[in-house]
């Protein structure tokens, strides 16, 4: 498996350890510039750059609004330093509804570095 893929994976069960309670930290992955674009119509849609802004609107955010979150990375597509990646994410909301039963996945870009 390849180098870039590997930081992906470990990012994703770094967010499920987590959002499961666990103590890691996922962001120490990521460059302190870094860019986030969710696209949509969502409360999490929006442009988030560097890792304080991430954490504190994007993060705070998904937290309020999810009771439990879990990640599964479906494939990946490209390699080296810019790879995409089909996840599927799950998760129940804090007013008790299923996020996403059937499942469908969504689609990540990844720009990884030093890897």
């Known amino acids: 498996m390849e180098a870039s893929q590997n930081v992906v994976r470990e990012f994703v069960n770094r967010i499920n350890i987590t959002a499961a309670g666990g103590s ?3 962001y120490a992955l990521l460059e302190p510039n870094i860019l986030v674009d969710v696209y949509g119509t ?3 849609s929006g442009n988030y750059r560097g890792i304080s ?3 504190e609107v994007l993060v705070t955010t998904a ?3 999810f009771e439990s979150i879990k990640i599964e990375i479906m494939e990946f597509i490209g ?3 810019r790879i995409a990646a089909l996840l599927v994410i799950t998760g129940c909301s804090t007013n008790g509804k299923f996020y996403n039963e059937k499942g469908d996945p969504d689609g990540f870009v990844f720009d990884v570095r030093d890897s």
């Open 24 to 26: 890691v930290d996922p």
């Open 42 to 44: 969502t409360p999490i």
């Open 53 to 55: 802004q991430v954490k």
């Open 63 to 65: 937290a309020e609004r």
């Open 79 to 81: 390699s080296k330093e």
